[in-house]
Structures are given as structure tokens and as C-alpha cells.
């Protein structure tokens, strides 16, 4: 079975600094892996998305995450965080052998950035 | 592309009351997915179609609710009759095949409130 976890409920960190939102999987073949924000009162937007290739992946507003085969992870970053990075993000995956367009979604990181 | 359009973007009903929510996705796409999303539980998934034809609804909660898709470029979920507890902010979301490129779109919600 698909699954998706996020370990963090809510990540703080301050202006400037880098920021990491975990995200693990488990999937029976091979992952397809997403990142979506949800800014207050929007729908989920696509950030960035793994398929194969390179595992560093770069996305919208400098976002980027480091797919991890080994452990299992697909951790979104952002090497200096915004005020207005703050958000609630979403990790998903599907398996890339399904014949299925049916994404797993994790429960969602709160991302505070304080100025 | 004016992207998943979603109507009414906030309904408020009393108990009882049938509930229609309306849905066009993004031209061309042929997954369209159903979400529910509240404070307790999160992103749900409830319904999704294939080609106009339901695939998995074993996300919707009760016989109460029910979805349609009676052509590509239209979706309702209707809700009858609705309970206070229906209350959540409702998404559309429609993404296209099964390849590389299937990330999903979401629409901005309808934010349903049931007195």
C-alpha cells in the first residue's frame, strides 16, 4: 500500500534562514513524489515533482527537494525562507507502475517563518 | 486556461437542505477528484473519475453524499440532506493521464457551512 508521512506538524524557523519540511514514503514501485502549499483560503498549488532523473529537483519560488531513495524521503528546502513562505504544505506520491492518476497526500506541514 | 473553476465559492445552508456543489476542470484532463478538507481530519479524498467514470468513491462518507460527471468538462457533488458536520471546505482537483505529467490542479474550494 501508498503512504505518506510527515512528521512535523509545524516547522518554525526565522527570516533568512534555511528551511526543511520532512516528508517520507512508501510506495511498491517506483515514486512519483509532489510538494504542494496552501496559502489561507487557496486551493493546493503544485510546487515541484519527482519522477526520475536528478535527485536534487528545483520548483517554484526557490523551492527545491532532495529525493533520497535509500531512506525513503523526498524533504522539501529552501536555502533562505521568506515571511511570506508561510504556509501549510502538503508531500504526495503515487506509484509511478499504477495505472491509477489517484495521489496519496500526507497530513500537511505549517510552515511559520518569523521575520 | 482559467484553470479548475469551482461554484459557489462559499454556501451556507441549514440542516436538511440538499447541497450542490459544481465543478468544471482544466480542459483536456481526464482524472477529476473530489477532496474534503477540515481542521480534524485533514485532506480526504472522496470520489474520483476517469474518463467521466467513477474509479474509487470509497472515500465518500455516507449514502448522503453522491457525485456525477456527466461530461469532461463537468462534475457535481451533492449532499442530501446535509448535517452540520458536512461542513469543510470542499475541493475540485483534475489532472491529466497517468504518465510523467499528472500532477493535479486544484481549484480554490467551496467553503460549505451547515448550520
Known amino acids: 500500500a501508498q503512504s505518506v508521512a510527515q512528521p512535523e506538524d509545524q516547522v518554525n524557523v526565522a527570516e533568512g534562514n534555511p528551511l526543511t519540511v520532512k516528508c517520507t514514503y512508501s510506495?511498491?514501485?517506483?515514486?512519483?513524489l509532489f510538494w504542494y502549499v496552501q496559502y489561507p483560503n487557496r486551493g493546493l498549488q503544485f510546487l515541484l515533482k519527482?519522477?526520475?532523473?536528478?535527485?536534487l529537483v528545483k520548483g517554484s519560488y526557490g523551492f527545491e527537494a532532495e529525493f533520497n531513495k535509500s531512506q525513503t524521503s523526498f524533504h522539501l528546502k529552501k536555502p533562505s525562507a521568506l515571511v511570506s513562505d508561510s504556509a501549510l504544505y502538503f508531500c504526495?506520491?503515487?506509484?509511478?507502475?499504477?495505472?491509477?492518476?489517484?495521489?496519496?497526500f500526507g497530513q500537511g506541514t505549517t510552515l511559520q517563518v518569523k521575520p | 486556461d482559467a484553470g479548475v473553476i469551482q461554484s459557489p465559492r462559499h454556501e451556507v445552508t441549514e440542516m436538511g437542505q440538499e447541497v450542490t456543489l459544481r465543478c468544471k476542470p482544466i480542459?483536456?484532463?481526464?482524472?477529476l477528484f473530489w477532496y474534503r478538507q477540515t481542521m480534524m481530519r485533514g485532506l480526504e479524498l472522496l470520489i474520483y473519475?476517469?474518463?467521466?467514470?467513477?474509479?474509487?468513491d470509497s472515500g465518500m462518507p455516507e449514502d448522503r453524499f453522491s457525485a456525477k460527471m456527466p461530461n469532461a468538462s463537468f462534475s457535481t457533488l451533492k449532499i442530501q440532506p446535509s448535517e452540520p458536520r458536512d461542513s469543510a471546505v470542499y475541493f475540485c482537483?483534475?489532472?491529466f493521464g497517468t504518465g510523467s505529467y499528472n500532477e493535479q490542479f486544484f481549484g480554490p474550494g467551496t467553503r460549505l457551512t451547515v448550520l
Open positions: 510506495v511498491s514501485g517506483n515514486p512519483y
Open positions: 519527482y519522477i526520475t532523473g536528478d535527485n
Open positions: 473519475f476517469n474518463n467521466n467514470v467513477p474509479i474509487d
Open positions: 504526495a506520491v503515487r506509484d509511478g507502475g499504477s495505472n491509477t492518476g489517484k495521489l496519496i
Open positions: 482537483a483534475s489532472s
Open positions: 480542459s483536456g484532463h481526464d482524472y
